[in-house]
């Protein structure tokens, strides 16, 4: 065919013309080859482990990850990535850059992105030893979960965290611990002996108000409580507590030594007592007598 279409264009000519003319349509037609081999193998394509190429076309974009050898379309545009390695103590959040959708992805892994993902952060895992907890609050629905430790906690996106790790109360005879529940107000009052598990921290929708350390009454003291209906109990020491007063497991007899505890209930105060001194004769002539008058102090 080639001969063909040189004889046609150069069987005219004289010999020496032809010459000419059939070495210039074999330069060619080597000029054309070795371009087309240039293209060809411009196009072709070694990817390692961590290589990745984007392909960008009039219909979208699409991703090739390595490890791959092989031949690419050489007029489709490409950008050449590098995957992103995470550790086992990080998570990536990623969105969609067409649908705008945010996502974790949690390490240890060799993280190939989608045609249209976008890394925004790159965040470390939040790790929990045994006393601690974190609170997070969902801000498209509201919800309010609780992680406690030992752990490791990845958050939603969507999830934030106001103050963040937080330490667990450990329960004993000696301490206790006031919450509110945050649905209903009511506060209540969470000893040893309702909370077996030792370590305390609050469930989605409580909060700890207060700490209570055990209230010691020593055998020649006594002391008043007054709760919110404004009924009073006098601890006295000399008369131990039933067990369901002092909030403990166990019995409060404290026989041999003598005396009382108690945990102060919620909505309670102390009632605190103050001497009032009233007028001194030698400022009223004498006319008026000292008084000394046991009143609730402010």
């Known amino acids: 065919a080639m001969g063909d279409v040189e004889d046609g264009f150069c069987g005219k000519m004289s010999s020496e013309g032809s010459r000419k ?23 072709y394509a070694h990817l390692g482990p961590d290589d990745q190429v984007l392909i960008i076309t009039s219909m979208g974009k699409r991703v090739i990850n390595g490890p791959m050898s092989g031949q690419l379309d050489p007029f489709q545009h490409k950008e050449w990535r590098k995957a992103t390695l995470l550790d086992p103590l990080q998570y990536a959040v990623v969105q969609d850059e067409l649908t705008a959708i945010v996502r974790n992805e949690v390490g240890p892994q060799l993280l190939f992105l989608g045609p249209n993902d976008k890394i925004r952060e790159i965040v470390a895992k939040v790790v ?20 406690r430790g030992p752990g490791t906690i990845v958050p939603q996106p969507t ?10 109360v450990p329960l004993n005879v000696g301490t206790a611990v006031e919450i509110r529940n945050k649905r209903t107000g009511l506060r209540t009052l969470v000893t040893s ?20 350390n055990l209230i010691h009454v020593l055998p020649h003291q006594a002391m008043i409580v007054r709760d919110v209906d404004g009924k009073m109990t006098v601890y006295s020491g000399r008369e131990p507590m039933a067990q369901q007063q002092t909030g403990q497991c166990g019995t409060s007899d404290t026989a041999g030594v003598g005396g009382t505890a108690f945990f102060l209930p919620p909505y309670s105060k102390i009632v605190r007592m103050a001497w009032s001194v009233y007028a001194n004769p030698a400022e009223t002539g004498g006319q008026e007598a000292p008084r000394r008058v046991l009143q609730e102090a402010a």
């Open 159 to 168: 999830e934030t965290s106001d103050r963040g790790v937080e330490k667990s």
């Open 128 to 147: 929990l030893e045994r006393d601690e907890f974190i609170r997070y609050v969902d801000r498209l629905s509201g919800e309010e979960r609780v992680e």
């Open 21 to 43: 003319c059939m070495a210039c349509c074999c330069g060619g037609a080597v000029l054309l080859s070795i371009i087309t081999f240039a293209v060809a193998m411009s196009a």
């Open 193 to 212: 002996c309702s909370y077996t598990q030792g370590v305390y921290a609050p469930a989605p929708m409580e909060e700890m108000v207060a700490i209570r």
